[in-house]
């Protein structure tokens, strides 16, 4: 009996040490790439937006910058925040929670998103023009390590839909331009390199961003409808932000919401991790 539970706590204590170096491991990946996007970011806060850069813009693109930000309005240049929420891990599952924290650089593309639930860790990017997910079950095994040119557009678009938490970087410039739809929508076009594509955004009546759509990779080679829904706009460092945010895969059979956050905390301009 005695050495039955000595053989089972060193069975037990091999799988935590395991479990330990897993976790060890997983955050060293992350801060090493977390240096690069640093390494790679540049501080633009020096420039200012001025209102005369709306001239000649959509109506409903007009009133949504004179609503977020403020004439004389430093550029953003580089963005942290931590968030709550839920997740799917396949459409057909239920929502798990999930708290993550991430990093935004506006200058050059980049973001890096670490995304913690209590069975996997998931680790989203765009650094170095290169996109990927790793999601790494208990802190050992990746189930998920996709990249390729499809997942760098895809994760592209996820950091310029982003952008309405930095709402600077959606002014126009060599990446932006902004194209009139309608009273309430516009196209957003974007060209990076070898990679463009447009979003149709949907602004509410006060001006608020409350939708982006475009087409992104759902698999390694099909597209589907990808939304991203905004809501509950509140004013942090002195920029109105939706704290709220939907990702969505609107399909023919309707929408499928399959991320969930609430923004807790978010900061400008700190080129460091938290």
């Not at 200012?48 to 004439?71: A, C, G, H, R």
């Not at 931590?82 to 990093?103: M, S």
């Not at 996109?131 to 050992?140: D, E, F, H, K, P």
């Amino acid at each position: 009996m005695k050495k039955t539970m000595t053989t089972l706590l060193i069975i037990i204590g091999c799988i935590l040490l395991i479990l330990l170096i897993g976790k060890i491991n997983l955050e060293r990946n992350f801060n090493k790439q977390l240096s690069t996007f640093f390494t790679n970011s540049t501080n633009i806060s020096d420039k200012k937006y001025s209102i005369n850069q709306l001239e000649n813009l959509p109506e409903p693109v007009q009133k949504y910058f004179n609503y977020v930000i403020k004439d004389g309005q430093p550029y953003i240049s580089s963005v942290r925040l931590t968030h709550n929420g839920f997740f799917k891990t396949d459409l057909k599952k239920d929502f798990i929670k999930i708290t993550g924290e991430q990093y935004f650089s506006a200058q050059k593309p980049q973001f890096i998103w670490k995304g913690i639930t209590s069975m996997f860790t998931a680790r989203d990017y765009f650094i170095e023009d290169k996109g990927g997910l790793i999601a790494t079950l208990l802190n050992v095994y990746n189930v998920v390590d996709a990249k390729g040119v499809n997942f760098d557009e895809g994760e592209l678009q996820r950091w310029l839909a982003e952008s309405v938490w930095f709402p600077t970087n959606l002014l126009p410039s060599d990446y932006v331009n902004w194209t009139p739809i309608d009273e309430s929508s516009a196209k957003l076009s974007f060209r990076y390199k070898t990679t463009a594509f447009d979003f149709i955004v949907r602004f509410n009546k006060i001006g608020e961003i409350i939708e982006i759509e475009g087409n992104r990779f759902m698999t390694a080679e099909k597209k589907e409808k990808w939304v991203c829904k905004m809501a509950n706009y509140q004013e942090r460092n002195g920029v109105k932000i939706p704290i709220s945010d939907q990702a969505i895969w609107r399909l023919k059979d309707g929408d499928q919401v399959y991320a969930k956050f609430e923004v807790l905390k978010i900061e400008y301009n700190i080129a460091e991790k938290f």
